[in-house]
Structures are given as structure tokens and as C-alpha cells.
T-cell receptor, first 113, second 113 residues
């Protein structure tokens, strides 16, 4: 049972709209991540955070932005959606120290028309 | 730049057979190698993980084999079942790397009756 929640699960939106994808976790994890998953399955890190007020861009360039005002909340925002943003967005979290597996949310499938 | 190469892209195995998925990495600083399992409509879930100080780790029907000199690791699923049909991702991370993981491109496994 997921302790990390993403909403909405599916979103169809028109070009130019501003959208925010929500991600919340109840595990007290300090580290959180956003991945973009291609239709071909590959996962690309687009943003990550080591804690409150800490955010960094990932390996894949993205026009989205993130914020981390509370430990449990890590929303992703697209100021002006475009068809090229159509993808699945996965949020994950992990413990602060050592190497521990990620806990992923179920994802948001975004379609921009 | 693909730092973790995964093969095959897809795999069909008969029920009861052995499924084998291979990954190769380039960065010798990687010291944590997890495998994730993803069902349609769900986020990836941690399946099993290994560190380079051991050559093999087994959990139930799932085994990771690790070859440090060859920079390769593989997932073996013994007695494969239809319920194992999913997409499998290998990943690699390094201590001090903020627990950021680099994922392979994924393998779609189908286990047929």
C-alpha cells in the first residue's frame, strides 16, 4: 500500500494551461524525486530534493519547476503545458542516509492536447 | 548518456521457466544495484537489491548475480509465473550521490501458460 500519493492519476489539458502535479508522502522521507517515464518505459530524473527548501534539477532537462516547502509535499508545476509534455510523471521518496530503495507513487499520466 | 544498459527490451518465457535480465554499468563508483518491478498503471516497486561486496543475493524466486570485474549484474526469476509478467528495471546508485538512481531502459516480461 502506497505511502506516497500522486494526484491526479490522469489529466488531459489544453496547450498553454498551467498545471500542478501533486505528490505527498507520509513516511517522513527527506529525499524526494520526480521522474518522467517515456511511453517506451525509460525513467528520467527531472527534479530531486534533499529536504525542505532544497531542490535540484535532474539529468533530463525539463521546463517544469518544483518546490519543497514541507517535508511531505513535493509538487511539480508546468507554467504553460505543451504537447511535448505529454508523459507519465512518477514521484518517489527515500530515506536520508545510506542507500535505500525508492518508494514510488502510482504516477500521473499527463496528456496535453 | 546511458550509464546503465539493460537487455533484452522484451522477453517471453514459459510458465515454470527461468527469466534472465541483464544490466551493464559504466560508472565504477556505483555501489548499490536495485531491481524494480512495475505493473501497468502502477509505479515501480523495489524487488531486490545488491551491493558489490557480494556476488549473489537471493530472495525467494528472485536472484541477483553481480560481476564486479565485468561491471554487470543480472536478475534471474526462477519458476516464472504469469503473475511475474511486468516491466523490470535495473538501477545503479553511489554513496554520496544523494541516493540518486540511474535506471536501465526496462524489460517487458511476459510469462505464458
Amino acid at each position: 500500500e502506497a505511502d506516497i500519493y500522486q494526484t491526479p492519476r490522469y489529466l488531459v489539458i489544453g496547450t498553454g494551461k498551467k498545471i500542478t502535479l501533486e505528490c505527498s508522502q507520509t513516511m517522513g522521507h527527506d529525499k524526494m524525486y520526480w521522474y518522467q517515464q517515456d511511453p517506451g518505459m525509460e525513467l528520467h530524473l527531472i527534479h530531486y530534493s534533499y529536504g525542505v527548501n532544497s531542490t535540484e534539477k535532474g539529468d533530463l532537462s525539463s521546463e517544469s519547476t518544483v518546490s519543497r516547502i514541507r517535508t511531505e509535499h513535493f509538487p511539480l508545476t508546468l507554467e504553460s503545458a505543451r504537447p511535448s509534455h505529454t508523459s507519465q510523471y512518477l514521484c518517489a521518496s527515500s530515506r536520508q542516509t545510506g542507500h535505500y530503495g525508492y518508494t514510488f507513487g502510482s504516477g500521473t499520466r499527463l496528456t496535453v492536447v | 548518456q546511458q550509464q546503465v544498459k539493460q537487455s533484452p527490451q522484451s522477453l517471453i518465457v514459459q510458465k515454470g521457466g527461468i527469466s534472465i535480465i541483464n544490466c551493464a554499468y559504466e560508472n565504477t563508483a556505483f555501489d548499490y544495484f536495485p531491481w524494480y518491478q512495475q505493473f501497468p498503471g502502477k509505479g515501480p516497486a523495489l524487488l531486490i537489491a545488491i551491493r558489490p561486496d557480494v556476488s549473489e543475493k537471493k530472495e525467494g524466486r528472485f536472484t541477483i548475480s553481480f560481476n564486479k570485474s565485468a561491471k554487470q549484474f543480472s536478475l534471474h526469476i526462477m519458476d516464472s509465473q504469469p503473475g511475474d509478467s511486468a516491466t523490470y528495471f535495473c538501477a545503479a546508485g553511489r554513496t554520496g550521490g544523494g541516493n540518486k538512481l540511474t535506471f536501465g531502459t526496462g524489460t517487458q516480461l511476459k510469462v505464458e501458460l
